[in-house]
């Protein structure tokens, strides 16, 4: 079961269309459960009623014309109930429904499974049988299997067609709109660019070609490169090899021969296509093909073809990286959008981000949010392929993407454009103005960085200081390690930016949603594995490195500060602070002039919040990372769309954990901040602020309207604030409580922006 299964997803995942993929599932379906009739139903959205999309053994003439409502029938049962109806004789059931158009008086026994996407029943599918027969135990099964399966690649399959403006059933759909989560706030009105992750043939847009007899030798020096890498290969490992592997590398060179699929890739190529698409296309085909025999030897051809194609890729990427050429204004859209993506777009031409992948708690949504830019994360069904060149909308604040939208759609956007910039020049004049409450109570405004353009923003926003520097994003962007003297550079340039104010550098913090295409991690469980501090550890060169080039940097400036992330046992403290004092002495004893920093130590690991006594006794100051601590503190992995409902740095109980650090590490006398993305939603800087902590460090974008907010409240309003938050039972009451009470005190233009931050 599980081969037919895999045989037939492999073959539906490389359709080109909806309609290929539902004519793929009914033939393979059909003849699996050796049925007379497979079907499938699904939902069009503007009738509410499901229709006949694909069949084999009921009448073709019926298909795209029957249409059944969830009060309707059999099928609308089991849209209705969301579960499966399996019936011997369903000529008796009450609900029965004679479809005249479908001639399907004939059968006698029904199975019927609902595809549900997002607690959605988007179709249904249905086996039918001439002769009475209980579909058993095990068709079931199957079909419930193969069904859960399905519904996100008809769900996107459902896009592509909403995308080229027409949903399934043919009605033109306006304004398509696609689904995500905000990451980042704003509103983005410009043409998408996809990019794609490296060497994923699924993922290929396609885009005509200019000068054919320039692609066609392209790709004919790439194809020659592959297989002298295979003939390479070959020899390398020949010992080693019994003499039916070596066919096997005979055969991939037969395959990449110019005659056999460079043959069909040349073809496409000289019709219009470029390169990429013409071998995704073809790969495509043969990944079908293989997929679909009924043979597991020559079934896992199909295997080879996709290595072999996607090693074709990779070399044709390489070049045409070099050739990328990006809209004036750029929304980059891509299945698992990195830094290093974001970082290729020319400077001031990127205006906005969807990813598939990630939520706004993952690293590049904080970035585009340090950017200023609107984010759209865990956009699961974006076709990416099909919208290249489109022009897009993208709405960081309620996490939607509309493509091509008509001129009444993007003249309400315009307008929602207009207003948010004339609230941020309102705010500019907040610039030059302390952090203070009405009563007098002064909290300091420090900045996120990790670029060097985010601290050029951040001191025109009038940041006080820069409260983490995550020294991991200039890490991201190369390709290797920095050097010693490479890394002293980019640091010396974050402290003279902001000299003589603070800046606070985090050690490398690689691992979870942050790998280094130098140095894979490669983990099950990246957020609970070799991550920051652990991975600094193990490698203590890197560390000794790292801090060396900061302690240089900061020679005559001394505004150094440094911070050691996902700490887990003090141990690691201990290990840290006598590896930056080494690296003290060493400086001192070449000639460097180096002041001692104070060094900080980040609560991120629940577990720390009850060590505050012992970390106290070893670090200078305290910063609360609430991005990992909500993750740690509530078991929700901060990447992932499907939960990222549960995320909340509301939480009742993340709040009892913030306000009892406040509370220990203030009675000890210690500096205390915090720089995840908390500090920079405005209605949660109010209760921070009286909570204690002295320093909220937060994305540039966001600095003045929580200062806008600070100076509109009392420190004792702030207070009694938090003593309610403090005790309702979960996020939602916590919200509306802000909500009410800040609307309360006529600050309702910036509950807006409380909202969206
Ligand atoms: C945090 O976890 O809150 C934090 C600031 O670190 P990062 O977001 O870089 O993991
Ligand atoms: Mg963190």
């Not at 885009?207 to 592959?226: Q, W, Y």
């Not at 470029?274 to 199909?302: C, K, M, P, T």
């Not at 290990?575 to 001692?596: D, K, M, N, P």
């Not at 929580?706 to 309610?724: C, F, G, P, S, W």
Request: aromatic share 6%; glycine share 6%.
């Amino acid at each position: 079961m599980l081969d037919t299964l895999h045989s037939i997803m492999t073959e539906v995942n490389g359709a080109r269309d909806l309609d290929a993929t539902l004519d793929i599932l009914v033939r393979r379906v059909r003849a699996a459960l050796q049925t007379r009739v497979c079907s499938v139903y699904l939902l069009d959205r503007s009738s509410g009623r499901y229709v006949l999309l694909a069949s084999q053994g009921l009448d073709p003439a019926a298909v795209g014309k029957v249409s059944l409502a969830p009060q309707e029938g059999l099928v609308g049962l089991v849209a209705q109930r969301a579960e499966p109806v399996n019936l011997e004789v369903a000529r008796e059931h009450p609900r029965y429904y004679y479809l005249p158009e479908t001639r399907e008086e004939e059968y006698e026994s029904f199975l019927g499974v609902p595809v549900i996407q997002h607690a959605q029943v988007l179709g249904v599918l249905v086996v039918q049988q001439q002769q009475r027969r209980k579909f058993s135990r095990e068709d079931e099964a199957f079909l419930i299997t193969l069904s859960a399966q399905l519904a996100p690649v008809i769900a996107l399959a459902e896009s592509k067609v909403a995308a080229q403006r027409g949903n399934p059933v043919g009605k033109p759909a306006r304004d398509p709109v696609f689904a995500g989560v905000p990451g980042a706030p704003g509103v983005a009105i410009a043409q998408a660019m996809t990019v794609f992750i490296p060497a994923d043939l699924g993922a290929i847009p396609t885009r005509p070609c200019g000068d054919i007899a320039a692609e066609v030798r392209f790709f004919n020096d790439c194809l020659e490169t592959v297989r002298q890498d295979i003939s390479e290969l070959k020899i390398k490992i020949k010992g080693q090899l019994r003499p039916e592997e070596r066919e096997l590398f005979d055969a991939y060179l037969h395959m990449l021969a110019d005659s056999a699929l460079g043959v069909e890739v040349v073809a496409l190529i000289e019709q219009g296509n470029w390169a990429q698409g013409a071998l995704a296309q073809v790969a495509r085909q043969h990944i079908n093909n293989f997929a679909s025999i009924d043979d597991d030897y020559l079934r896992e051809r199909a295997t080879d073809i996709k290595d072999l194609c996607s090693r074709v890729l990779y070399y044709l990427q390489e070049q045409q990286k070099k050739q990328r050429v990006y809209p004036e204004r750029c929304i980059l859209v891509c299945e698992a959008l990195s830094a290093a993506m974001l970082a290729d777009v020319p400077k001031g031409q990127l205006v906005g981000v969807v990813s598939a992948e990630g939520s706004a708690h993952s690293h590049v949504a904080i970035l585009a949010k340090a950017m200023g830019m609107p984010a759209v994360m865990g956009v699961a069904d974006f076709p990416f392929a099909e919208l290249d060149g489109h022009e897009l909308i993208v709405d960081g604040h309620h996490g939607r993407v509309y493509s091509d939208p008509s001129e009444a759609l993007r003249q309400r956007y315009q307008q929602i454009v207009r207003e948010e910039v004339q609230l941020t020049e309102e705010l500019e004049m907040l610039r030059d103005l302390p952090c203070e409450t009405r009563d007098g109570y002064r909290v300091a405004l420090w900045v996120n960085t990790g670029l060097l353009t985010d601290v050029l923003r951040s001191r025109e926003r009038g940041a006080e200081g820069i409260g983490l520097f995550r020294t991991e994003v200039p890490f991201m962007l190369r390709e290797s390690f920095p050097t010693e003297d490479e890394q002293t550079e980019i640091y010396r340039e974050q402290l003279q930016a902001f000299h003589p104010k603070q800046v606070t550098m985090r050690t490398l913090d690689i691992g979870g949603d942050k790998p280094l295409p130098y140095f894979p991690i490669d983990e099950a469980n990246p957020y609970l594995g070799w991550r920051g501090i652990r991975v600094s550890m193990d490698h203590p060169e890197l560390f000794l490195a790292q801090v060396r080039a900061m302690l240089r940097a900061s020679v005559g400036l001394d505004n150094l500060q440094i911070l050691l992330p996902m700490i887990s046992k003090v141990g690691e403290i201990d290990s840290a602070l006598l590896l930056i004092r080494r690296a003290q002495r060493e400086l001192f004893e070449e000639g460097y002039a180096v002041r001692t920093p104070p060094i900080g130590v980040m609560i991120e690991v629940p577990a720390m919040a009850w060590q505050i006594d012992a970390i106290v006794r070893r670090a200078d100051f305290i910063s609360v990372g609430s991005n990992d601590l909500t993750q740690y503190m509530l078991a929700v992995d901060r990447n992932n769309p499907r939960v990222t409902g549960l995320f909340s740095h509301l939480h009742p109980a993340v709040l009892r954990v913030l306000h009892k650090i406040a509370g220990e590490v203030t009675a000890a006398g210690k500096r205390l901040s915090i720089c995840g993305e908390m500090a920079g939603s405005p209605a949660a800087s109010v209760l921070l602020m009286a909570m204690g902590f002295d320093i909220l460090s937060m994305n540039a974008t966001n600095l003045q309207r929580v200062k806008a907010l600070l100076r509109d409240v009392t420190l004792v309003q702030a207070q009694r604030l938090l003593e309610h938050a403090l005790q309702q039972e979960d996020s939602e009451a916590v919200e509306t409580l802000l909500e009410e009470a800040l609307q309360g005190l006529g600050v309702s233009r910036l509950l807006q922006a409380a909202r969206e931050g």
